[in-house]
């Protein structure tokens, strides 16, 4: 019997007993042979057929598992597996968890690399798709390149107490780190002579209640009808994840200054009130018509912005609010200060909004980097929205002011910007309103993403169909009901992908702030080895996790895009019915 014959022979068993066993649909297997033709190329061997192309598959699975388990044990001929792997790095300095986790990190890209050289040579897919075959083949040995070398930094050589001892001053700054370490109650004010703060962590987790609320309650509105418990489940299970996470992170008591239980019922919070909103949400949105859900979305977005106005506020309040507190019962915190310190008064939360706030020159870290984001999205989809239809007005008066300040601002790059805000915006501000540096900054923040929101706009706002528009006219709307309340909205939906791009590049964009001197997240975790000698020289560690941080907050925008854009039926050609 030739070797053909075996072989479709042995397929033909290996079938039927898979039939018997764990019984399959001929479309999983299909789609498993799809997959792996897509990556390798289609087979080019004559010994490969339909009947056992399955059995050639598992034989290159197979091989590919013992290469990478076993690899270089056989005389190193072979890139080390699993077993090599785990021993150097534990001779390398990795702990046994590291070194376990960094063996199976290797072991799998290595598996991976080795069936799709096998099952190219066992298929000869280079017998017939040659491009196909050596793309996949090449890319999947640099792909182990990549991961061994990207974990082994990370679980080998890599000293993360740089991070992990800072992890407060990453997220709010050095000012503001000093009002909750340096206060009454924190573990570091050992001594009454080492207190001279008013701890001022409360404005914090006053932001974080409302954040909370409007991300869960945005996330109840997609509520399908009839409710399903899945789609309970693809929020509160992440949502839970996270909060678990964070509250990990405020809780291990290695390298910590403050007193954790703090944070954690603070976070225990939040996470009730992001359930409390949800579930609201999610209910009436499930018992609700389509209008009354899509109001219900219009007042969280209208939520949403109050919120970040509400943030500035809180953090720095003005004199009307701090003077409503004191009238209310309050006495300002700063006027008890040295009782305070001396541990005779315990100020209210009322007392502390009575008196002072954190300055925006205080303010640092993550925190800064969120709130000149949120800016340059909320002010400047406002800006933007003013802009395009400024731009298309046929008045003089509104389209040449419009048109001078898209094209003025577009020409010059961010940074040029910056500045001009650092040192030439004071002088046009201080008749009216003398702004600190980060406040303008989210002025300048604001401007600038909406001169590009504008012209991304004015593409959306010329692409609606005039009928549209002389529909609303015939039903009686004014000009300025039709473009906010047919024209606008088609043209959100029209450019809805490219207004996200907009807001990730501001998002990434916030990492130019360090280089006029506000402290960032990304100015202090390039700065993070001179806080302490023992973490000279580890400056790759603190880049590492600003890109891993940067990174995250982008793609969780344009995952939240695209589940925007297939709510409007984007995803799809002809899903405009959906809107």
């Known amino acids: 019997m030739s070797l053909p014959e075996i072989l479709s022979l042995g397929g033909e068993v290996l079938d039927e007993a898979i039939r018997e066993t764990v019984p399959q649909s001929k479309s999983n297997t299909s789609s498993l042979i799809e997959f792996e033709e897509?990556?390798?190329?289609?087979?080019?061997?004559?010994?490969?057929?339909?009947?056992?192309t399955i059995l050639l598959s598992l034989v290159s699975l197979s091989l590919a598992f013992a290469c990478g388990i076993f690899g270089g044990m056989w005389d190193g001929f072979l890139p080390n597996g699993f077993f090599e792997m785990v021993a150097k790095a534990e001779s390398g300095g990795a702990s046994s968890q590291n070194a376990l986790i960094y063996g199976a990190i290797s072991a799998a890209a290595l598996v991976f690399a080795w069936w799709v050289t096998m099952t190219s040579l066992v298929k000869w897919t280079l017998g017939k798709t040659r491009t196909t075959a050596i793309l996949g083949i090449a890319t999947a040995w640099i792909i182990v390149v990549v991961v061994r070398g990207l974990s082994h930094f990370v679980l080998v050589e890599a000293d993360w107490d740089v991070v992990w001892a800072?992890?407060?001053?990453l997220v709010v700054g050095q000012q503001m780190t000093e009002q909750m370490t340096q206060a009454p109650g924190s573990e570091s004010c050992i001594a009454i002579s080492n207190c001279y703060g008013i701890n001022q962590n409360w404005r914090l987790w006053w932001i974080l209640y409302p954040t909370f609320a409007v991300i869960a309650s945005a996330y109840g509105t997609t509520a399908d009808k009839p409710a399903r418990f899945s789609t309970l489940l693809k929020f509160l299970v992440p949502f839970t994840l996270i909060g678990v996470a964070l509250m990990g992170v405020a809780w291990v008591p290695s390298e910590i200054n403050y007193h954790s239980e703090v944070p954690l019922l603070n976070l225990a919070k939040a996470m009730l009130i992001g359930y409390v909103a949800y579930?609201?949400?999610?209910?009436?949105?499930?018992?609700?018509?389509?209008?009354?859900?899509?109001?219900?979305?219009?007042?969280?977005?209208?939520?949403?912005?109050?919120?970040?106005?509400?943030?500035?506020?809180i953090m720095d309040p003005p004199e009307f609010v701090k003077s409503f507190a004191e009238m209310i019962g309050g006495t300002p915190a700063q006027e008890m200060s040295e009782a305070i310190i001396a541990g005779d008064v315990v100020p209210s939360t009322l007392d502390k909004l009575a008196g002072d706030g954190i300055e925006a020159s205080q303010w640092g870290g993550l925190f800064v980097n969120l709130i000149v984001a949120t800016a340059g999205c909320v002010l400047g989809f406002g800006i933007g929205v003013v802009l395009a239809f400024g731009r298309q007005s046929n008045q003089p008066f509104f389209s040449i002011p419009s048109i001078l300040l898209i094209e003025l601002v577009r020409s010059g790059p961010l940074i040029c910007w910056l500045w001009?805000?650092?040192?030439?915006?004071?002088?046009?501000?201080?008749?009216?309103?003398?702004?600190?540096?980060?406040?303008?900054?989210?002025?300048?923040f604001g401007i600038f993403g909406g001169c590009y929101i504008a012209e991304v706009l004015r593409g959306g706002l010329q692409a609606v169909d005039s009928g549209q528009k002389e529909a609303a006219l015939a039903l009686g709307l004014s000009p300025f009901q039709t473009k906010l309340q047919v024209e606008l909205p088609n043209a959100v939906r029209t450019t809805l992908p490219s207004i996200v791009s907009v807001f990730i590049g501001l998002w990434k964009d916030t990492t130019l702030l360090f280089i006029i001197?506000?402290?960032?997240?990304?100015?202090?975790?390039?700065?993070?080895?001179?806080?302490?000698?023992?973490?000279?020289?580890n400056f790759l560690e603190p880049l590492y996790v600003t890109a891993l941080v940067f990174w995250v907050f982008a793609f969780y925008l344009s995952r939240v895009s695209m589940k925007i854009e297939k709510g409007l039926g984007l995803v799809k050609e002809g899903g405009g019915d959906l809107a």
Do not use: H, Q
């Open 38 to 52: 897509s990556i390798v190329g289609k087979p080019g061997a004559p010994w490969v057929t339909p009947s056992n």
């Open 166 to 169: 800072n992890r407060v001053l």
């Open 420 to 444: 001009f805000a650092v040192f030439l915006m004071p002088d046009m501000m201080d008749p009216f309103y003398d702004a600190e540096d980060i406040i303008r900054m989210l002025l300048m």
């Open 517 to 537: 001197n506000i402290l960032d997240f990304f100015k202090l975790a390039k700065d993070l080895p001179a806080t302490d000698l023992r973490f000279l020289g």
């Open 279 to 313: 579930g609201v949400s999610f209910y009436y949105c499930s018992i609700s018509e389509e209008y009354k859900a899509n109001r219900l979305r219009s007042y969280i977005s209208i939520a949403a912005v109050i919120t970040f106005f509400y943030a500035i506020m």
